[in-house]
């Protein structure tokens, strides 16, 4: 069975400062990945996927995330954090079987002014 | 409607009493997921509708919990002799696309069982 796991619980980081967040899955092909973002008592916003093709994907807000198929990693980026990219961002795999999605546990970004 | 339609947006049940939870997707969008989130976690799948019909409910955790979709649009999922360990944020999900790539989730209903 497929399996994510995102290794940083929290992060801290300044605003201005660039950020990575951490995503690794374990899946034997290559899945779809994407990346959600949730803000306290709000729903998940999806900020990016992939599902083949460029590495590097861009989405919403300034964010991009690169698939290393070597690594099994699908690491999420932003050059300049702003304050209002405080939440809580989950990492996805969607092996295409059914159409659900495997959640990692999520990694909680603080920032500070 | 513009979005994903969840209610209520909070829930407080005693231990052992009946809820439905309504989820109202987005018009048209055939597909419909629910997933469960607990405290600290990430969603957890829980049921697939394509349509009238569930297609994958493998998540459900026991025979407690059903969900329907008679009309294939609004969904209701129902969990029976609710349990302290039910209380969790239960989020639906709609796409039009039938692969589910990349679905819209609503804001959830807040379950607690006391």
């Known amino acids: 069975a497929q399996s994510v796991t995102q290794p940083d619980i929290h992060i801290t980081v300044s605003e201005g400062a660039s950020l990575e967040l951490r995503c690794n899955y374990s899946y034997g092909a290559t899945p779809y990945l994407f990346w959600y973002v949730q803000s306290p008592g709000q729903g998940l916003q999806l900020l990016l996927k992939?599902?083949?093709?460029?590495?590097l994907v861009q989405g919403i807000k300034g964010f991009e995330a690169e698939f290393k198929r070597s690594q099994s990693s699908f690491n999420l980026r932003k050059p300049s954090v702003h304050w209002s990219d405080a939440a809580e961002y989950f990492c996805a795999v969607d092996t295409g079987t059914a159409s659900k999605l495997t959640f990692g546990t999520g990694t909680r970004l603080q920032v500070t002014l | 409607g513009a979005g994903v339609s969840q209610t209520p947006s909070n829930k407080v049940t005693e231990k052992g009493k009946y809820v439905e939870l309504r989820c109202d997707p987005i018009?048209?969008?055939?597909?419909l997921y629910w997933y469960r989130q607990s405290l600290g976690q990430g969603p957890e799948f829980l049921i697939y509708?394509?349509?009238?019909?569930?297609?994958?409910d493998s998540g459900l955790p026991n025979d407690r919990f059903f969900a329907v979709r008679p009309e294939g649009s609004v969904s209701t999922l129902k969990i029976q002799r609710t349990e302290r360990g039910d209380s969790a944020v239960y989020l639906c999900?709609?796409?039009?696309?039938?692969?589910?790539?990349?679905?819209?989730f609503g804001s959830g209903t807040r379950l607690t069982v006391v």
């Open positions: 018009s048209g969008h055939t597909a």
């Open positions: 509708f394509q349509g009238t019909g569930a297609a994958d």
């Open positions: 992939y599902f083949s093709g460029d590495t």
């Open positions: 999900a709609s796409s039009s696309d039938p692969g589910g790539r990349g679905y819209t």
